[in-house]
């Protein structure tokens, strides 16, 4: 037999018999002529798919492998760019460690191979397949993708807008991250959270799948989960929203997004990236402005806690400390409270890490550490501009503490927040950072402990039966019990979410009375104050919500979640 006069897979098919010389030549001036593949032309001119593999696979030494008797529903199609698969006529089968199995119908073709080592940095064990199996595989993974995202686009999105994004972002990032589903599945992403009243949007990518959860009031709750395969498209395009480097999927990222809903009403979203095992997270904490215009009377406090908190704004100075663990609600608290004092005759600073509600009439400040602008120098800083009401995001420190007293010493009125459990242990930790206790008894005016607990939904609660025994054992008092009270429970309903929509504030407002401060200038523990608070009549945190029970505002499950040690 004459040498064959074409190299690759057309003379693997000469040299097998599968083609004469004359057909090779003839199939490579088509495939050269036209736009479509060797392989397309060759599968064209009569020679079967089988026969085609079954030659490859003997001819290049490769194993040959039926797609029909593979489980293609955890392809690890993610690992490799949407653009690559697209390109070329490959599928990925298997990952193992750093190897990556790819399915090939040509093997000769090496640039199906480079291409796949290359964008995922793997090494590629190649295997070899029929090409239509192939590509209907890879056509059904990404329509179905697509279109699982598109099933999902039905609501009207027109009138959402968002700030301008950063036109040079665009240009380090395949333009597929700007395809109009992908587009359109984020929009309502965002839109979805805030219609159902969301805190947080966490965008999680795995191995094998890929997640959206919601966090409502408190709970975190699955809302979708997209093809595994788009993860990083959709995460591409939430980075380049916020204004992120989308090239840099190493270290951890922070970016905001604007969104405007109407022409009176506009959405901030907190972004944040972090690199995983599978690809980067992304949180998306959703800042309401109309969060901190709430009225003082929708938060929850109990008549005489609220008189108390009126009374301490009120003073021209002084200290108002709100504690509790981070999603307790302290900065609605205190913004409240600056919205109640936000009047033209009063000039209030805030220095915040980072300022997450944006107030017209107020100065605030964002913290930022690297360039030397922390709580404290943002405090001396204030202290020069003449203020009436100084906010301080958290005090972290003893510098911060002491500078923040000194203020409320010397005719100002200021607001901070501390990481404690209840107020009384809000005292003994500041003596416990160095704070003399003189100076702690004489500036703290007003102590505010809170949690945040759902409230039961009015459509389906229904009445719980339990015994008066084991109420008096929940802490209900003999008093309590008098009247026969009536204790709800959650069910659930379409109008909520497990039995609950929305939140309630469980509060602890304590004075630091004269008695309050002889007890820390004598050295007195936490338990000591907490003694003394009782006896003036300041109910704790789970009195506050035993109440809250009581009034049918919420379940005994829900208080002994959140204050129930």
Known sequence: MSAPPVNGLLSALVREEALS????KTIQSKAEASEDSLLNTVIAEGVSAATIAAVASKRFGLPLVDLDAIDTSDLPLKLVPEKVLQANMALPLFKR?????V??????????IDGFRFSTNMAIEAVVAEAPKIARLLEEALSDSMDAL????????????????????????DASIQDDVVVKFVTKLLTDAIRKGASDIHIEPYEKQFRVRFRIDGMLTESAKPPANLADRIIARVKVMSRMDISERR????????LKLSKNRSIDFRVNTCPTLFGEKVVLRILDPTSAQLGIDQLGYEPDQKALYMDALDKPYGMILVTGPTGSGKTVSLYTGLNILNSGDRNISTAEDPAEIVVPGINQVNVNPKVGLSFANALRAFLRQDPDVIMVGEIRDLETAEIAIKAAQTGHLVLSTLHTNDAPQTLTRMVNMGVPAYNIASSVSLIIAQRLARRLCNNCRTKESIPDEELRREGFTAEDLAGAPTIYKAVGCDQCTNGYKGRVG??????????MGRIIMEGGNAMDIADQARKEGIDDLRRSGLKKVLAGVTSLEEINRVTKD
């Open 506 to 515: 469980i509060y602890q407002v304590m004075p630091v009375s004269e008695a």
């Open 251 to 258: 270290i951890p990222q922070d970016g905001r997004i604007k």
């Open 97 to 101: 460690g750093r190897r990556l199995t």
């Open 150 to 173: 598109g099933d999902e686009l039905d609501d009207d999105l027109s009138n959402v807008e968002f700030e301008r994004e950063d036109d040079e972002a665009h240009d380090v990032e």
């Open 103 to 112: 399915a090939v119908a040509d093997p000769s073709d090496t640039g199906a």
């Open 21 to 24: 010389s004359d057909q090779a």
